[in-house]
């Protein structure tokens, strides 16, 4: 009778020490919570190391940052053309994006048509500006079969990456003394910018193994700049995210044969100065998710250009919609931002007046009315462009201090569980749970690999492994027998989706 009366009045400090470890637990997974948030902010604030090295600075930057991205060949008339790019240089922008069609300048094998882009590239030169110069698209004659009628796709790439190395070796030495920047393709992370097949980095990769050294032996100056990778959080046949797009470059040799990574940092909804940078989010800082691929890879003295961003102002359904004023602070902002970037060459616009209808919604980025009047946007870039700041990245504490902070409340949860469940064995819970009946912890365990089974939430998953660390101390030896029943179905693991990672 003594020894049973003892065990009861231990049921209220068992059940006390029970009910500490489940709120210690609680405590546990907040604080986990937040030292993963102190992490993800910690590693998104990486980008900004290291700086590149001054002589790439000399080399690989252009003269001003800010650019914009236009569509001269929608201008027949030279006197347009000439006065868009004056007004251009007017507001203070050092640069220009221009697409140079492959179909159009090479319709059919060695026949070139260089009339248009030698006047494009006079008045450009003229007007004192840079240009980059975008080679993109493929004629019918270079395309492969799938890619040509009824399924035609311009944006294909060729065939034969010899074809289109020829091109740009032509392209190349005709205009190596008014052209220093070269992309090689645009958007080749998504459909329909790679042709009607699967998106593959290694592809790529291979066209600018051929392409680039081309180009370079016909302009010793020449600055490449890796395709402009398309924002977006997918990881598809179709799409794939930019980060994992340069992971794979980087992995299939591609480094030697760029000079610089073109992003295209759309804010879409969220403003500039907006610090977050992750895979499933969509915004300006995003392009630190390159910059970090870039230092992991070694790679990291190399800049980084943002050759077209922009918030749009009109309704569609691609970029988000913001108003006029919340366009015209995102500017200040992320031109601030920018200049505090020492990895990052240019910031270029995403159109000054796109080649499009009147109603399409390029025109939410255009400085100009369709009938050419300019609007507020082109005062905000003037006055931006000829009066830089800079704008320090927005933070709530310092990132080492937070982590440290929840570190040490992590490591005093730890210590209070250990105390508690000191306590739990102390009062005699392993003798209770030994003594029921054999029916009673059967159930208990079919009740705990059901939820388990079924649980995908993290709280609740380490709550079942705290609860069969529990049982298992007081049956040890059912452990060793579980494991060793269990190897067999080692393949069925768990995926824990945590802040910024996967644990299976």
Same mark, same amino acid.
């Given at each position: 009778?003594?020894?049973?009366?003892?065990?009861?009045?231990?049921?209220?400090?068992?059940?006390?020490?029970?009910?500490?470890?489940?709120?210690?637990?609680?405590?546990?997974?907040?604080?986990?919570?937040?030292?993963?948030?102190?992490?993800?902010?910690?590693?998104?604030?990486? #980008?900004?190391? #290291?700086?590149?090295?001054?002589?790439?600075?000399?080399?690989?930057?252009?003269?001003?940052?800010?650019?914009?991205?236009?569509?001269?060949?929608?201008?027949?008339?030279?006197?347009? =053309?000439?006065?868009?790019?004056?007004?251009?240089?007017?507001?203070?922008?050092?640069?220009?994006? $221009?697409?140079?069609?492959?179909?159009?300048?090479?319709?059919?094998?060695? =026949?070139?048509?260089?009339? $248009?882009?030698?006047?494009?590239?006079?008045?450009?030169?003229?007007?004192?500006?840079?240009?980059?110069?975008?080679?993109?698209?493929?004629?019918?004659?270079?395309?492969? #079969?799938?890619?040509?009628?009824?399924?035609?796709?311009?944006?294909?790439?060729?065939?034969?990456?010899?074809?289109?190395?020829?091109?740009?070796?032509?392209?190349?030495?005709?205009?190596?003394?008014?052209?220093?920047?070269?992309?090689?393709?645009?958007?080749?992370?998504?459909?329909?910018?790679?042709?009607?097949?699967?998106?593959?980095?290694?592809?790529?990769?291979?066209?600018?193994?051929?392409?680039?050294?081309?180009?370079?032996?016909?302009?010793?100056?020449?600055?490449?700049?890796?395709?402009?990778?398309?924002?977006?959080?997918?990881?598809?046949?179709?799409?794939?995210?930019?980060?994992?797009?340069?992971?794979?470059?980087?992995?299939?040799?591609?480094?030697?044969?760029?000079?610089?990574?073109?992003?295209?940092?759309?804010?879409?909804?969220?403003?500039?100065?907006?610090?977050?940078?992750?895979?499933?989010?969509?915004?300006?800082?995003?392009?630190?998710?390159?910059?970090?691929?870039?230092?992991?890879?070694?790679?990291?003295?190399?800049?980084?250009?943002?050759?077209?961003?922009?918030?749009? =102002?009109?309704?569609?359904?691609?970029?988000?919609?913001?108003?006029?004023?919340?366009?015209? =602070?995102?500017?200040?902002?992320?031109?601030?931002?920018?200049?505090?970037?020492?990895?990052?060459?240019?910031?270029?616009?995403?159109?000054?007046?796109?080649?499009?209808?009147?109603?399409?919604?390029?025109?939410?980025?255009?400085?100009?009315?369709?009938?050419?009047?300019?609007? #507020?946007?082109?005062?905000?870039?003037?006055?931006?462009?000829?009066?830089?700041?800079?704008?320090?990245?927005?933070?709530?504490?310092?990132?080492?201090?937070?982590?440290?902070?929840?570190?040490?409340?992590?490591?005093?949860?730890?210590?209070?569980?250990?105390?508690?469940?000191?306590?739990?064995?102390?009062?005699?819970?392993?003798?209770?749970?030994?003594?029921?009946?054999?029916?009673?912890?059967?159930?208990?365990?079919?009740?705990?690999?059901?939820?388990?089974?079924?649980?995908?939430?993290?709280?609740?998953?380490?709550?079942?492994?705290?609860?069969?660390?529990?049982?298992?101390?007081?049956?040890?030896?059912?452990?060793?027998?579980?494991?060793?029943?269990?190897?067999?179905?080692?393949?069925?693991?768990?995926?824990?989706?945590?802040?910024?990672?996967?644990?299976?």
């Amino acid at each position: 009778m003594a020894t049973t009366f003892s065990v009861s009045s231990n049921s209220p400090r068992i059940a006390l020490a029970l009910v500490r470890l489940l709120f210690l637990y609680a405590a546990l997974c907040y604080v986990l919570l937040e030292i993963g948030f102190a992490s993800r902010d910690l590693i998104e604030a990486t #980008p900004f190391l #290291p700086q590149p090295s001054a002589t790439f600075a000399k080399n690989g930057y252009p003269a001003q940052m800010a650019g914009m991205n236009v569509a001269l060949e929608q201008y027949t008339n030279g006197g347009q =053309r000439r006065a868009a790019l004056e007004k251009l240089a007017a507001a203070g922008f050092g640069w220009v994006r $221009q697409r140079a069609d492959w179909r159009l300048l090479q319709p059919s094998p060695g =026949r070139y048509a260089w009339a $248009q882009m030698d006047d494009i590239l006079a008045d450009v030169t003229a007007a004192g500006l840079e240009v980059v110069i975008v080679l993109d698209g493929s004629p019918v004659w270079a395309r492969a #079969p799938l890619d040509r009628a009824p399924t035609d796709n311009p944006f294909a790439p060729p065939a034969h990456n010899a074809d289109f190395a020829r091109f740009a070796s032509a392209f190349a030495l005709r205009y190596g003394e008014s052209v220093r920047f070269y992309q090689i393709w645009d958007e080749p992370n998504i459909a329909p910018h790679w042709g009607n097949r699967l998106i593959e980095p290694v592809a790529y990769g291979r066209m600018l193994a051929e392409v680039v050294p081309a180009i370079r032996a016909a302009d010793a100056d020449a600055v490449i700049l890796l395709a402009a990778l398309a924002p977006t959080a997918d990881r598809g046949h179709t799409a794939i995210d930019e980060g994992w797009y340069l992971r794979r470059l980087y992995a299939a040799g591609a480094a030697p044969y760029f000079d610089a990574v073109a992003a295209q940092p759309f804010g879409f909804g969220l403003a500039a100065d907006d610090p977050r940078s992750r895979v499933e989010l969509l915004n300006f800082q995003r392009i630190g998710l390159l910059r970090r691929v870039m230092v992991a890879a070694g790679d990291g003295d190399k800049p980084l250009w943002a050759v077209r961003y922009g918030w749009n =102002r009109l309704p569609n359904g691609v970029w988000q919609t913001v108003t006029p004023d919340a366009q015209a =602070r995102y500017v200040a902002q992320a031109n601030a931002l920018a200049r505090g970037w020492p990895w990052l060459a240019g910031l270029g616009w995403a159109s000054d007046r796109p080649a499009a209808p009147t109603g399409d919604p390029l025109w939410g980025f255009a400085l100009y009315t369709p009938d050419g009047a300019p609007l #507020p946007l082109w005062d905000t870039f003037a006055l931006v462009n000829r009066s830089p700041t800079e704008l320090a990245a927005r933070r709530s504490l310092p990132l080492w201090g937070r982590l440290f902070l929840w570190a040490l409340a992590l490591l005093g949860i730890v210590w209070r569980g250990w105390q508690a469940a000191k306590a739990a064995r102390a009062e005699g819970w392993p003798a209770r749970f030994t003594r029921l009946p054999l029916w009673t912890k059967s159930a208990a365990w079919v009740l705990l690999a059901l939820v388990y089974y079924f649980a995908t939430w993290p709280p609740l998953i380490g709550l079942c492994w705290l609860i069969a660390a529990l049982f298992l101390t007081a049956e040890p030896l059912l452990g060793l027998v579980a494991v060793g029943l269990l190897l067999p179905f080692h393949y069925q693991h768990k995926e824990l989706q945590l802040v910024g990672a996967l644990l299976a």
